[in-house]
């Protein structure tokens, strides 16, 4: 009695959960439909209520700005340094930063996005590079179109304006620079009979040539990679303008070249002692070149931050550009790994104003960038910034050289790569099948399954 | 009497263990005084660094208020749990019938959905509720819990029924035999409860973020959590917030370890 109970229960929810399961992509629908019938209403009201708000802020002579960041030391700081510099002109304006980790911004727009609740959204967001198109096409309301709203994004390198560009109109300011660069420790290059010319604009196959000679004379590797991990992967793929999907959106990662290309460099690589595999987690690769059994870097230029933590190595590292992929039309030496970009939120109340506070210092002020440079590292990607004295500076840490200006330079040089909505999706399932393909999984094969693994998550 | 050579090779068995799960706290320890750099290169003994990291810590970010907020939050939501959870587990065993057994069945069913899975209409429900950005909104969904509620009954079931019959004879209401002679009882299970009720509050982070996402309602998880969203992390100042993270309830537990193990075996005295 008490199990046949048990069992309908069972039953009962099973099938609820399925009904509503079913029910979800209706419902989407009718609740898109009623959100956006919300957001006319909203809208409405949003005017009047804006009406109400500048009167009162004119009364009070008060306007804020919310901001969501999430690095204390650096875009937190770009952030704040950009209201004070935007106060001098708008003393009423204040800026208030909500420090929030990037791994918490998602789901919390994943939930404004799916309740039509945008409420507790901020008026301006920073949004990760890589994730910038998925939330922009998923979530057609999220943002604001800036395309009309007076920046000029020419000034932009085109490379990292893609990002935060979907069918053509400007969804985002770019802000940081991720241009690859490879850092290199010069003495132990020179123990091994090398200098940083050996390596600069070379190509991946004389890489493992002197990687692996070098790992064999002092024991150190030139290049770590987490275990798992493919940053390094779609660096090489998109230096030669390659990405995992086509214009339209579509996965192209069984029948891809350069893919291929980039998988076999890199499985030669490992099989050929040119690098060095760590442990699965950051810190393990942090480690791998702070302490010592790597004596070479290669990804965004944000990684000089962590170098640079090595104080007891400085004057020992040096930076030039990355390898390029042999045999593939349109390989470069120059690359692009994370980055992120402001974005303005339909919650914003007051457009005009976010867009003339980031049009006036994100995209308008060499000082503002020569600030917030030196302290926080945080190299422009507008590209009027390079003219900033500050960027010409040698760095000691890097061995004297001016390596603000080369980051701009390479910046310049980058290929632009489409990530799409399915841009995580697509690194997993190429992740998994480097993975098979390591342990004597046929590369041809492995590749077309991640390809189906990513077409089946796309249906 | 057991052998001396089995005494050693039995001693020497728990040693290892504990060292094993009691390691990662000395070395939190450890790391909370060294620069993030000899973190980062594994430096195991003690450095000098403890000042320089709490300086930066508290310039960084405000641990006091996470602090005060993370206990207020979670005092409330332990004292109002404890209380419903133990009424319903008291009411469950107690006043048993078909329903109230089939109920409890929904009630154990709904333990195994995952919490990412009702998160979102959950938020849907609180922003339509009003409790954005309030403490209801975070505190209102965690008051009554499957297990406590599970907890209480399995407890209740080794209360005597001949106490409850005394009670009643002796002219105690429902409500005053369920205060007068139940909580007394129960106290080592109040105490077990407690402790999970608390370590679960404290450490809760997913849902105050998406609730409360306000810097002057931020929790010391969310603090720490900020502290590793960077592209450089300072290790040792890191690993001092996750001490002063771990702190209290750490305390609780060692306070209350004799009745946690009490009660979570069920033991009546």
């Known amino acids: 009695m008490k199990k046949r109970f048990l069992a309908t229960l069972m039953i009962v929810a099973m099938s609820a959960s399925m009904l509503a399961g079913c029910g979800s992509s209706n419902d989407a629908a009718t609740d898109n439909a009623a959100a956006t019938d919300d957001a006319a209403a909203t809208d409405d009201a949003a005017a009047t209520d804006d009406a109400e708000a500048t009167d009162d802020a004119a009364a009070e002579g008060e306007q804020k700005l919310t901001v969501w960041c999430w690095d204390p030391s650096f875009n937190i700081y770009a952030m704040e340094t950009a209201a004070e510099y935007y106060k001098k002109d708008h003393p009423n304006v204040t800026v208030e930063v909500v420090e929030t980790p990037w791994d918490d911004i998602q789901p919390l727009i994943t939930n404004a996005a799916s309740t039509g609740e945008y409420s507790q959204l901020p008026d301006i967001l920073l949004m990760q590079d890589n994730a910038f198109q998925k939330n922009a096409i998923s979530y057609p309301d999220l943002f604001v179109d800036l395309t009309d709203s007076g920046i000029d994004f020419s000034q932009f390198a085109a490379g990292k304006l893609g990002y935060s560009t979907v069918g053509g109109r400007n969804y985002g300011v770019p802000f940081d620079n991720g241009a690859v660069i490879a850092c290199y420790r010069t003495d132990i290059l020179e123990q091994a009979g090398y200098t940083i010319d050996d390596l600069t604009d070379i190509t991946w ?255 | 009497m057991i052998s001396l050579p089995k005494k050693i090779a039995q001693y020497a068995f728990l040693i290892i263990f504990s060292l094993f799960s009691i390691f990662p706290l000395i070395w939190m320890a450890i790391a909370a005084t060294n620069q993030s750099i000899d973190v980062i290169r594994g430096k195991m003994i003690p450095g000098t660094y403890l000042i320089e990291n709490y300086k930066a810590l508290i310039a960084q970010s405000d641990l006091w208020h996470a602090m005060g907020n993370s206990f207020k939050y979670s005092i409330v939501v332990t004292l109002l749990s404890l209380i419903v959870c133990s009424l319903a587990g008291y009411g469950f065993e107690i006043y048993h019938d078909k329903f109230k057994d089939g109920l409890m069945s929904v009630i154990l069913l709904a333990m195994m959905v995952p919490f990412v899975a009702t998160m979102i209409p959950l938020f849907g429900m609180m922003a339509k509720m009003g409790f954005l950005n309030t403490v209801a909104g975070f505190v209102l969904p965690s008051i009554s819990t499957p297990f406590l509620i599970m907890l209480f009954r399995q407890s209740a079931r080794s209360f005597p029924h001949d106490i409850i019959e005394a009670a009643r004879i002796d002219g105690l209401g429902e409500f005053q035999i369920f205060v007068r002679m139940f909580f007394p009882t129960m106290r080592s299970t109040y105490a077990a409860a407690m402790t999970i009720t608390f370590m679960n509050a404290w450490n809760n982070y997913l849902w105050p973020k998406v609730i409360m996402n306000k810097p002057e309602t931020q929790t010391m998880p969310m603090l720490v959590s900020n502290l590793t969203a960077g592209y450089v992390t300072d290790y040792g100042m890191l690993m001092l917030a996750v001490l002063f993270c771990t702190l209290p309830t750490v305390i609780i537990f060692f306070c209350l370890q004799k009745s946690f193990a009490e009660g979570i075996t069920g033991a009546v005295k």
């Open chain 1, 205 to 459: 196959s004389r890489f493992e040539e002197i990687s692996s000679d070098v790992q064999a004379k002092t024991g150190y590797y030139l290049l770590s990679e987490r275990t798992g991990e493919i940053d390094l992967i779609m660096m090489m793929l998109q230096s030669a303008g390659a990405s995992m999907f086509d214009e339209n959106g579509a996965a192209v990662i069984a029948d891809n070249a350069a893919l291929k290309n980039v998988v076999e460099t890199f499985n030669s690589l490992v099989d050929n002692n040119a690098l060095l595999l760590t442990q699965q987690n950051w810190d393990e690769y942090i480690k791998s070149f702070n302490s010592g059994s790597a004596a070479g870097v290669i990804n965004g230029c944000w990684i000089m931050g962590s170098i640079q933590a090595a104080e007891d190595q400085a004057g020992k590292w040096a930076i030039t550009n990355m390898p390029k992929l042999d045999g593939i039309d349109g390989a470069t030496n120059y690359s692009n790994n994370g980055g992120s970009s402001w974005a303005v939120t339909t919650n914003c109340k007051n457009v005009e104003l976010a867009t003339d506070f980031l049009n006036s210092t994100f995209c308008g002020s060499v000082d503002f960038y020569a600030e917030i440079l030196p302290s926080s590292g945080a190299i422009a990607t507008w590209a009027p910034a390079a003219e900033a004295d500050v960027y010409g500076e040698p760095s000691e840490f890097f061995s004297g050289d001016a390596v603000f200006k080369k980051v701009v330079d390479f910046s310049t040089k980058t290929p632009s790569n489409n990530t799409g909505v399915y841009y995580y999706e697509a690194r997993n399932a190429v992740a998994t099948a480097i993975t098979n393909i390591q342990n004597g999984g046929n590369i041809d094969d492995e590749l077309a399954n991640a390809q189906a693994t990513v077409e089946a998550q796309m249906q």
